[in-house]
């Protein structure tokens, strides 16, 4: 108890309140984890559902070994999370630098507006023929979709963040002198920070998506691949791992999010 001496009794309480939150949150969510497998594995064995259709954990354990033996699994979960990652960072930089210009210019900003709107409303996918023609069948493609589906968000974001910044402080800089660049420096960045974590949050989700509607349309491997021949030859067992292992990275990539969360609140 000697790091707690000059903590008063009061204080000690909140922090041990704190703490058993933070562990029931924690073991809550492995428990609603294990109940949704365990329900998903016993209607299997008990065929209140078709396991050939739905697979099971099991059959997916199995698959993931599998995969695993033949040396294709990393293969596959390599080139998937490779696109993801480009595509995110590429997302997040040049979504945060475009927000930066419309935020340092209003007349740029309702110019470009309706644009960004209408580009945001339109549906990905739809262009994939057209990203096969400008850019082919390789990995460009796959990763110039993650950005198309990442970015208009991470700039509505991080515009919205640099907007509801404290008028009054926005205030007091120009006040004093303050030019744009010291304003976004001093002011604008450092108080915009829960909007750059709430955009990474949802940047991981949207860079997931693209990239498996990427490999969708044109790729000979990942775990987009998997699951697109996995229907085709009806190997559902497969398509249902490849689901899961998607779920357990983007999960694990949120994971890393909060973590960076955590540093920067410190």
């Known amino acids: 108890m000697k790091k707690n001496i000059n903590y008063s009794r009061e204080h000690i309480a909140y922090l041990k309140k704190q703490r058993n939150k933070k562990i029931i949150v924690n073991v809550s969510r492995v428990l609603i984890l294990v109940f949704i497998l365990g329900i998903w594995e016993l209607c299997a064995q008990l065929k209140v559902i078709d396991p050939f259709i739905t697979s099971s ?24 999370l490779a696109e993801t990652l480009a595509g995110f960072v590429i997302a997040v930089v040049l ?19 309706p644009y960004i709107v209408v580009l945001n409303s339109l549906p990905k996918i739809a262009l994939g023929p057209l990203i096969i023609i400008w850019i082919g069948t390789g990995y460009d493609a796959i ?10 968000v991470c700039i509505m974001n991080m515009l919205a963040g640099f ?22 420096r001093k002011l604008i960045i450092p108080a915009s920070v829960p909007a750059l974590i709430n955009t990474l949050k949802v940047a991981v989700g949207l860079a997931w998506i693209g990239s498996i509607m ?14 697109v021949y996995g229907g085709q030859v009806f190997k559902l067992d497969l398509v249902m791992t490849a689901t899961f292992i998607l779920c357990a990275l983007a999960g694990g990539m949120y994971g890393i999010v909060t973590l960076v969360e955590k540093k920067l609140k410190k």
């Open 214 to 227: 990427g490999e969708y349309i044109v790729s000979k491997a990942g775990l987009g691949y998997l699951i």
């Open 57 to 80: 954990p099991s059959r997916v354990c199995v698959t993931i070994g599998e995969l695993y033996k033949n040396g294709t699994l990393f293969y596959h979960i390599g080139i998937t």
């Open 163 to 184: 907007i509801e910044v404290d008028k009054t402080k926005l205030l007091l800089m120009q006040s004093m002198g303050a030019s744009k660049a010291t304003t976004l």
């Open 143 to 152: 990763i110039f979709m993650t950005v198309l589906v990442s970015i208009i």
């Open 95 to 113: 979504g945060y630098s475009i927000a930066v210009v419309l935020w340092a210019s209003d007349t740029v900003h309702k110019v470009i507006e």
